[in-house]
């Protein structure tokens, strides 16, 4: 089955760190872009990074809002993108969505959440 | 930042009648490649957003063929030819093509 599996939500205190996974199945991870999208509780949806398949280089993009904290890396050997998400802020806490394929298929979602 | 408005923001239909959802961004969306990267997505309740239309009208894969989209530019439409119960939810436009991605605030749509 094609799908996108998701791990890694928490509970964490402002200014700590959580790693999110995102692992591949039932298709070519590594020939596809991986973006993550959020949504804080009861907005909308924020695109917030994503990583080029290595034919691409494998180039990263991120928001405004979460340069220079979040981290969205691959291994491809293990179909399994990551987003490393560290000084937390009360702001980040959301749903995490991965998404592959050009936004075709979509993880299950993680929840986030930021609190002293 | 690109912006990407959506109207209407909620949207009563009854069932079998036909729906008609804007999205306009404030810049152009074509590619120098000739494709115009503009995404719809369905988040019913409680659930991962679910891929509609990618370049503007080309329906991802399982997509009832009652779904449309269409325009050019900066200004889309997507369309429900009929709609059924399970069209509830609220959809969102993307572009993907300027960075950062930008969304839409949504249209919930809901049956009448």
């Known amino acids: 089955e094609v799908q996108l599996v998701q791990s890694g939500g928490d509970l964490v205190q402002p200014g700590r760190s959580l790693r999110l996974s995102c692992t591949a199945s039932?298709?070519?991870?590594?020939?596809?872009?991986i973006s993550w999208v959020r949504q804080a509780p009861g907005k909308g949806l924020e695109w917030i990074t994503f990583?080029?398949?290595?034919?691409?280089?494998?180039?990263?993009e991120y928001a405004a809002s979460v340069r220079g904290r979040f981290t969205i890396s691959r291994d491809d050997a293990n179909s399994i993108a990551y987003l490393q998400m560290n000084s937390l802020k009360i702001e980040d806490t959301a749903v995490y969505y991965c998404?592959?394929?050009?936004?075709?298929?979509w993880g299950q979602g993680t929840l986030v959440t930021v609190s002293s | 930042d690109v912006v990407m408005t959506q109207t209407p923001l909620s949207l009563a239909v009854t069932l079998g009648q036909p729906a008609s959802l804007s999205c306009k961004s404030d810049?152009?969306?074509?590619?120098?490649?000739?494709?115009?990267?503009l995404y719809w997505f369905l988040q019913k309740p409680g659930q991962s957003p679910q891929p509609l239309m990618y370049?503007?009208?080309r329906r991802f894969s399982r997509v009832p063929d009652r779904f449309s989209g269409s325009g050019s530019g900066t200004d889309f439409t997507l369309k429900i030819s009929r709609v059924q119960a399970e069209d509830v939810g609220v959809y969102y436009c993307?572009?993907?093509?300027?960075?950062?991605?930008?969304f839409g605030q949504g249209t919930k749509l809901e049956i009448k």
């Open positions: 998404s592959g394929g050009s936004y075709s298929l």
């Open positions: 370049e503007v009208s």
């Open positions: 810049q152009s969306l074509l590619h120098s490649d000739g494709k115009t990267y």
């Open positions: 993307m572009q993907g093509i300027h960075l950062p991605r930008t």
């Open positions: 990583i080029r398949s290595n034919v691409y280089g494998g180039e990263t």
């Open positions: 039932g298709f070519t991870f590594s020939d596809y872009a």
